[in-house]
């Protein structure tokens, strides 16, 4: 097996410019005209990168059966780490108090939920390929909802919704992948728009009349119709419980997503500066390294959550959209990966290693635009963090494995 | 889809183009968010992080030189030093300014004050010191690291070179007032702005305030000082205009030091033709640099307290009784009312005094005058003359030509402050003091004296001794240079005033003013001795010279001086130090000017407790002087 075959072209080359990428931004995050934490994080970057590239080739090395194989243990030791990690873990960083650290003798280790995620898009792909059809019923997808969602329960009690919303993205995802039919993807999705639908008694009444209509158009078994409606409605009840039940600054986050000028020196403070340093980046920015929102410490976070600021202050639209397109090129090689993986497992993994970017990339660069509210999850290959990376890798390893037997042995094109 | 195969190819590869128009779709909304903010928002976005990182820091314009008419400085600018604060927050600033604290003497600043102004201006550096000392900057400068938003700035200062001499002239400057910037004229202002405060500096504001230029700073998040220079283009200072006086700066000092230490009063001389002021100064006199860059409290609180008001400018905020000294505006009503000729004579020779019913009405000389013509009663300032001049006029028309001679109306010379002079408007104001039917016209009789409800500035009787001078024409008095501003024209023969000029050169050769004769120049003029309820009495002299073609008139008052033969002396020595130049006067120095010569001792009011004059005001009017303080 010569070199070429050895890994897929279209996926390293990607991933070789967005590694790049990446690190000359989190270089410029570091020039700073005042005292940053951000000063040499490239140059830790750069050795997790290392660490990175090395694991992901010996993730490559490994057979799908064994990973497939070895999905429910990963699944169940990722489980009772999210345990230990609320019982022990501690914070970082911009979210110096939720527990999603695991530390030993104060040395921060990581993040498990970063790997929780690919134990999740491992078991739910061990899942879903096992059976000979795709779920076709709401009760089918019983089982699939709950592996995703005690992983993701657990992740949000830490508390980090940004990283529950993640496991929405893969479950999805995958279901969709797995042949689920649009129609049950959207009744399952029903209750959570509900409970937005909620924060006003016009839109709750009309989206329950929307649903009531859908399901009569779709005519999901009866007692499956019933449970949708129940749920809806109850969703529709707890709303306003819910939210009087979160923390204050998640509801001010929220709030300041919809109109950050409510409190522009607090809540608000992360998206205007973000957006100024957008904003003030033009065509073309104002040059690497010279975005003054960033030299200034204007803009917070800016080697991490708002990383993707920096591209937008000085590189300007066009840096965006190249970094845009970078990433548009790597989740359609992933798809193309997905769609001539030889067998139904690895297919599922790598679109579930989709959904997981895909979230990530959406969530972060449209926080940093005001097209979602703040959540504080990473960028791939731009954020600094070492577990973040770490996974990326690994995720792309077997995604590179799968493609090597979607070469030698799979489907040729149509 | 029971029974086929979902990861048959076909329905993979369905699945894959639809997962790519997704991505497609969501990868587009997010271009055209970025496009929206970063190609149709850009402007909005690019000024809001140029407010965020750039702070304007004000560089103040030099105010304009004022000089005096040789282009001698009366008002410059020398460099000084201001301490000011950025501060992200009112917490940080409050934290610094304990700093800076432990530099400075304490007491210095106050720190509610600077809070104060950062809060109208968060986004400028709070003002601390004004005018700080160079070991103190030096000092502060060490301490740089521990002071982040520290803002040095070097700021062109104020500075009298002649100070005290010619306080009540120039003014002084000082930071604007809340209260001002609520003016319409100091609008435009900035807190922190110095402006005029007083006199020149005040009246001429607009013209000497240059537009302040500016210069940017760069600040971090936390409002530190990263970069002072370079961050933006800055914009230089426009000096204001400088303003050439008519002042004649050598003949002001020589005002001042021949003025009696010590002694309350003015001086004014004035160019008769054109209405220039040559020299105004008034006693006692105060440091107007104390008031550059905030005064002492201490100090301010000794100069508004003092008994002899040092702050008070008494050539043009004080009103003093004219006494003698209108005597020539009655002369000029009589005169130009036809009623009389410089050679007339009353019916009633002066014998010491003037009978009216059962009341006499003394004449400062008991031993009378005997018979004496216009020109002659002037030049003896006979007042048993002027009783019956006064009675010839009557009330009604002394009250009416004393508006036409300026007698009830401020002369609108440039300075701030001016009073009013006061005179009664009409016939009715007797009724309202006294009652219908409770006076009698003997009140002319006091008026054609100076005395009675009759008060005035010394630069209105100035300005109407210029007008003798000069043939009739009433001027306003001009501190900046221009032309002359007639105000109106006493519609009297130039023969008249031939021989008033005659009668005022008769009171200096012979007259009450013999002790101010001058050897080289025929001096004019007339004394008045202005009766004080509250003490001594105030002197008066207003002269001109050369008698025949007067060049400057000058007139003085001294508060309680006894007597006007005081100050004639002393307005001699000026007239002649003006029209002779420094050299020639006499002594160089100032010599105590002997106050003496009491022969002229007015007492023109009613001696006796059976004195039929109408009594004194009840209500209505304040004990004369009035002295009015903006």
Redesign the interface.
Known sequence: MNDQARFDRPLTAVTLALCVYGLLILFSAGQT??PSAAAHVWQRQLIWLALSVTVALLVQRVSPRLIEWSAPALYAIGLLVLLVTLAIGTGAGTAASSKSWIAIGGHRLGQPSEFVKLAVVLMLARYLAGRR??P?TLRELVVPVLIAAVPAGLVALQPDLGSALVFAGILFAML????V?GSNLVLLASPVVSLFAAAAAWSWGAWIFLLGGLLLLWRPYVWEGLAVLGANVATGIIARPMWQHLATYQQNRFLSFLNPELDPRATGWHII?S?????????LGQGFTQG??KR???LPAQHTDFVFSVV?EEL??VG??VA??L??AL??AL??I??RAP??FG?LVV?GI?GLL?THI?EN??MT???MPITGIPLPFFSYGGSFLLACFVALGLASRIAREGRDFG?RE? | MSGRNAFHPFLVAQRGVVARHVLLGVFVILGAAFFRLQILQHGRYELRATTNRLRPIPLQAPRGLIVDRRGEVIAENVPGYSVSLLASNEDSLRAMLRRVEQVIAPRTVSEERVVGRYLAMPYEPALVLKDAPFDVVSRLEERRPFLPGLVIQREPKRFYPDSSLVAHLVGYVGEVTEQELGSEQLADRRVGSIVGKEGLERQYEDTLTGEDGVRFVEVDALGRVVREEGAAVSLAPVPGHPLRTTIDLDLQRFVASVFPAGKLGAIVAMDPHTGHVLALYSSPSYDPNAFVGGIDPDLWERLTTDEARPLLNRAISTRYPPASTFKLATATIALRRGLVTPASRMPIPCTGGLRVGDRVFKCWKPAGHGSLTLEQAIAASCDVYFYQLGRLITVRALLDDANLLGFRSVTGVDLPGEVRPAFPPDIGYYDRVYGRGHWTSTVALNLAIGQGEDAQTLINMVRFYGAIANGGTILIPRIVEGPPIPARRLEVAESTFAAMRQALIAVVEQGTARGARLASIRLAGKTGTAQNPGGPDHGWFIGFAPADSPRVVVGGILEFGLHGTAMAPIVARVIEHYLLGPDRTRGGRSEPVPLALPEDSNPSSPTGPDSSQPRRPRRARPPVPVRTER
């Open positions: 005209d005042v059809e795709p076709a969709y992948w797995a042949g039919k500066q957006k100024i340093a957008i904003g003030s980046g033009g065509w003054t929102q200034l410490a204007f937008g300007g639209f965006v959209v845009l397109a990433f548009f989740l359609t798809v193309r997905a769609r067998e139904p297919s679109f989709v895909f959406f660069v449209g635009a005001n097209v489907y149509f």
